[in-house]
């Protein structure tokens, strides 16, 4: 079964500084989507970014970005110029092939003004 | 379209009574998936739809869960004779088959047992 690790339960960054959040996973698959998610505190998770395996280059979107390791089965999310809305908590989230979704236990992020 | 939205959003309840939550996905998703989440963990997975057909059901799910979508559109998440362990949010999310299969979740249903 496919396993999903986060091994920062909680972290936090200065505001305008950047972070990474880890994630690592466990599966025999070749063929997969990675995710992260964010949960505001009492509100509805939503996308960040996705990241699909067989593409080499890394996903980007606006001050999120990944660093996808294939070979190493890592999957980091680095936000750039932290700002408060930021502050959640994080879930990377693997997409087997049979369409399955396994999440990791989360990060919570603390953003300091 | 609104998203996906859930019903009711909190519901507190006594040890042994039924309650029933219902979601109601973005309406061209033919996926519908319940999760569950307790404080301070991601979502478990309990079981997913693909239009009507219920595809999966997670090994952990007492039978005293049951989950439906009748007509491929709403679904319905019924847990008997509640325990105090039952208490959680309850998440539901769906997708598009042939999509890059991205979740889209509702804001869940918290439920308490007394």
């Known amino acids: 079964a496919q396993t999903v690790t986060q091994s920062q339960p909680e972290m936090s960054v200065q505001e305008a500084e950047t972070v990474t959040l880890s994630c690592t996973y466990d599966t025999s698959e070749s063929d997969y989507y990675l995710f992260w998610y964010k949960q505001p505190p009492s509100r509805q998770m939503i996308l960040v970014i996705r990241q699909e395996a067989y593409k080499q280059q890394n996903a980007t979107e606006n001050r999120f970005s990944v660093n996808f390791q294939k070979a190493a089965k890592s999957f980091s999310l680095k936000i750039s110029d932290s700002q408060l809305g930021d502050a959640a908590m994080y879930f990377c989230a693997y997409r087997s092939s049979g369409n399955q979704f396994y999440f990791g236990t989360g990060t919570s992020l603390t953003v300091i003004p | 379209d609104t998203g996906v939205s859930q019903d009711p959003r909190h519901k507190i309840t006594k040890r042994g009574q039924n309650v029933t939550f219902r979601c109601d996905p973005i309406?061209?998703?033919?996926?519908l998936y319940w999760y569950r989440q307790t404080l301070g963990q991601g979502p478990e997975f309990l079981t997913y739809f693909q239009n009507e057909a219920q595809l999966e059901k997670s090994r952990l799910l007492s039978d005293r869960f049951s989950a439906e979508r009748p007509k491929g559109s709403f679904s319905t998440l019924e847990i008997q004779r509640t325990e105090q362990g039952d208490s959680a949010m309850y998440l539901c999310a769906s997708s598009l088959l042939g999509s890059t299969g991205e979740l889209f979740f509702g804001e869940g249903s918290r439920l308490t047992v007394l």
């Open positions: 309406s061209e998703h033919n996926r």
